[in-house]
């Protein structure tokens, strides 16, 4: 017993070695196409909020246009706002968009790629009254940066041990060639 359990403990050691002298420096280059992205965030899309039980939110029609001179992502999504301005009134519909750049993450644990710190280029909403357009502004921007950031946009499939045993993290996005190149290392 003793030594079946000292040789699985010299195996053990000779494995986490043998990784350790093997794997640093060694990087890998996932790509990620905008199109991948965009499938990605169409299987979530629509999606209602409400907030404050008088505001009901629906995003869809997502789409992602990938910008290689920032090394972002923008990503477009239509809104439609259904509000109660007043009490006992009919719930009134507006309609926008909102706009947002986002750069990208790596969980290790899940092994996926998701958008990160999503930043409101751009809000419009049309016939919103002047008083309650900075409530309504500040609502949808919050709630389309919370969703966005939930989404994995893509998942490595472990082909090799190397990706399996390593845990790697991002080291480098850059977008090039209309693709996301995406590098990861120890």
Not at 39 to 46: K, Y
Not at 49 to 76: C, D, F, W
Request: charged share 20%; glycine share 6%.
């Amino acid at each position: 017993m003793k030594r079946a359990t000292l040789i699985a403990g010299i195996v053990l050691v000779l494995v986490i070695l043998g990784a350790w002298l093997y794997f640093p420096g060694r990087e890998f280059d996932v790509t990620i196409t905008q199109q991948q992205i965009d499938d990605a965030l169409q299987a979530h899309f629509p999606v209602t909020k409400t907030n404050l039980l008088i505001l009901h939110v629906t995003y869809s029609n997502p789409h992602a246009t990938l910008l290689p001179e920032s090394g972002r992502i923008e990503v477009g999504v239509d809104a439609a706002l259904e509000a109660a301005l007043k009490p006992r009134e009919q719930p009134k519909k507006f309609t926008g968009t909102v706009v947002m750049t986002t750069g990208l993450s790596y969980r290790y644990e899940t092994k996926q790629f998701f958008l990160a710190d999503p930043k409101v280029s751009k809000l419009t909403l049309q016939g919103v009254p002047q008083q309650y357009l900075d409530k309504s502004t500040n609502a949808v921007s919050a709630v389309i940066r919370e969703q966005v950031q939930k989404i994995p946009v893509y998942t490595i499939k472990p082909k090799n041990m190397k990706t399996k045993v390593v845990r790697l993290i991002l080291k480098d996005v850059q977008i090039k060639d209309g693709v996301i190149h995406a590098t990861l290392g120890i």
